[in-house]
Structure formats: C-alpha cells, structure tokens
C-alpha cells in the first residue's frame, strides 16, 4: 500500500486546511484498516489528529475535534483532513498513515498571513 498526501502548503491564519491522502494497492473500504492523520509541528513530537476505519468510523482527538473533520471520497480511494480556524501553531508536517506501519511521505503545511 502506498500513500500520497496532497494540498495546499499554504494557508492562511483563521481559514481551512484541507489535505487528501490517495491510496494506491489498497481499499479505504477493507474492514478492520485504519486510516489516519498524524502532524508533527517543527521541535514538536507526533500529534495523532484522528482516524477514520474501513466502515466510514471516525475518530478524533480530544485537543482537536472541534476543529478537525475527516471524510473519505471511496470511488477516488482517498481520504481527507480538513482542520478549521487554523494558527500558526498549526505549521506543521502531516502525514497519512495505514494502521501503525504505512506512512505519506509527509507535507509541510504552513500557516501565515
């Protein structure tokens, strides 16, 4: 399985992020996978954002539900991020992961006016 993230690297202060992960040899839709989004902000450590299952599930963390929704789009085999009224405190890099093993390459994301 292969992810690819896409979007914009730009954003700014108080608008939407808005991210798309492709998966290639491999389906959204397989039972019992997880599919989520991790950021890693610049001196930080990993920040789990949440995760939507093969069933259409979704979970989120606490610290960022009120801003954070995720959707997938199964005929395009994709899922996405979106992360609302965004800060510079969420620059980050984000990344699209299968379970625990399988990660995005990453991209950076860049929050400022």
């Known amino acids: 399985v292969q992810l690819q993230e896409s979007g914009p690297g730009l954003v700014k202060p108080s608008q939407t992020l808005s991210l798309t992960c492709t998966v290639s040899n491999g389906s959204i839709t397989t039972p019992y996978y997880t599919w989520s989004w991790i950021r890693q902000a610049p001196g930080k450590g990993l920040e789990w954002m949440g995760v939507i299952g093969g069933r259409g599930t979704t979970y989120y963390s606490p610290s960022l539900k009120s801003r954070t929704s995720i959707s997938r789009d199964t005929s395009k085999n994709q899922f996405s991020l979106q992360l609302n009224s965004v800060t510079p405190e969420d620059t980050a890099v984000y990344y699209c992961?299968?379970?625990?093993?399988?990660w995005s390459r990453g991209t950076q994301v860049i929050v400022s006016s």
């Open positions: 992961v299968l379970g625990t093993g399988t």
